[in-house]
Structures are given as C-alpha cells and as structure tokens.
C-alpha cells in the first residue's frame, strides 16, 4: 500500500525567508507518480509538479525547488523568499503506475503542510 | 486553459437527503475522479472511472455513493442519503491518460462544499 508523509503541520515564516515543506513516500512499485498541490485559503486545488519515480533530476521554477531523493524516498519542496501570497496548505501526493492503459490510479495524499507566511 | 468546473460551488442539504454533485471534465479527457476533503484533513480518494465504469473505488465509496456520466459532458456523484459525516469538500478531477503518459497531473475542480445538516 502507498502513504505520504508530511510531518509538519503547521509552519511559520517571515516573508523573504526560505522555507522547506518535507515529504516522505512509500510504495512498493518501481515506477510511481509524486506531486505537489497548493490549497490557498480559497479551497481549491492547484497542481505545482508532477515528477515520474525513473527522473530524480531537481526541478526549479521560479521561486520553488524540488528535491527528489529516491534513496530516501523523499520529495521535499523549496519556496524561497517566501511572498504572503504564498500562505496555503500544501499538499504532497503519489500515484503508483497503472496497471493497464484503460485503469486510472488514484492519488494518495499526506495530511498537508499549513504554511504561514508573515509580511 | 481547459478547466473542470464543478456545480454547486456549495450545497447545504438536510440528513438523509439524496445529492448529486456535478462536474464538467476537461472535453478531451478519458479519466474521471472524485476525491473528498473533510474541513482541516487530507484529501481522500473515493472513485476513479473510465469507459463508462468504476475503475478503483476506495473504502468509503459504499453502496450510499454512485457515480454516473449520464451524457457525454457531465460527471455526476450522488450521495444516496446523506449523513452529517458527509460533510465535506467534494474535489472532482479527470486527466487524459490513467497516468503513465501524461505530463500533467489529474486537473481539479474547484470543488463542491457539501454540509449535511
């Protein structure tokens, strides 16, 4: 069975700071899907990155980072010089391989990172 | 950008009321899902479906839950008769492929609010 882990809760920073959000997988599949989500206050969810389980090349994209390390089994998420905008809950999902073309894998998702960010 | 647009934004019903909360895919997408968020938890899975059929539900999809995909546009989940512990933020999504070709994840919807009082 496949699980997340996000171990922190709840985070607070000042804005311009750096900030880390962790997360931590387990699946027994080779090939396997994770992402990461924002849920601003307004609820809806926002789709940041997908990563395939065979790539562990770090992604950057503008302000966010991500650290794959497979050896570790974590996908850890970098924001930095955090922006008040950027207080949300994040979420961290994975979604093992489908077993054929014609079924659909869910994503299991960790409990979330509430981030605050203070101006 | 194509989007899922779910209907209503938020839908107050009564215990033991039957609801249908509805959803518009992305046209070109083959793979629909419901996932529900009670208020300050994480996201669950509840049912993935393709080619007019379940694919994988989870757990809490019981005989209390259905979905359909009555015409070629719409996505529905009913809720046979609701409970207060259905209450909930009801997030769908669909995508393209089952997820090993895609280069984007599932998209969601903006979600459906659903208090049962």
């Known amino acids: 069975a496949q699980k997340v882990t996000q171990a922190q809760t709840e985070i607070s920073v000042v804005e311009k700071e750096d900030v880390t959000l962790d997360c931590v997988y387990e699946?027994?599949?080779?090939?396997?899907?994770l992402f990461w989500y924002k849920q601003p206050p307004s609820g809806e969810l926002v789709f940041l990155i997908r990563r395939n389980s065979f790539d562990e090349q770090n992604e950057i994209s503008g302000r966010y980072s991500w650290n794959f390390q497979k050896s570790t089994s974590s996908f850890n998420f970098t924001i930095t010089a955090s922006q008040v905008v950027d207080s949300a809950v994040y979420f961290c999902?994975?979604?093992?391989?489908?077993?054929?073309?014609?079924?659909?894998?869910?994503?299991?998702f960790g409990s979330g990172t509430q981030l605050t960010v203070l101006p | 950008e194509p989007e899922v647009t779910q209907t209503p934004s938020h839908q107050v019903t009564q215990m033991g009321q039957e609801v249908i909360l509805r959803c518009v895919p992305i046209s070109n997408h083959l793979y629909f899902y419901w996932y529900r968020q009670i208020l300050g938890q994480k996201v669950e899975f509840l049912v993935s479906f393709y080619n007019n059929e379940i694919s994988e539900k989870s757990e809490i999809f019981d005989d209390q839950f259905s979905v359909e995909r009555p015409d070629g546009s719409n996505f529905t989940l009913k809720i046979r008769s609701t409970k207060l512990e259905d209450s909930a933020m009801y997030f769908c999504a669909s995508s393209a492929t089952g997820g090993l070709y895609e280069t984007k994840s599932a998209f969601f919807g903006q979600g459906t609010r659903l208090t049962v009082v």
């Open positions: 699946t027994r599949d080779t090939t396997y899907y």
């Open positions: 999902a994975l979604s093992e391989s489908p077993i054929s073309s014609g079924s659909a894998r869910q994503l299991t």
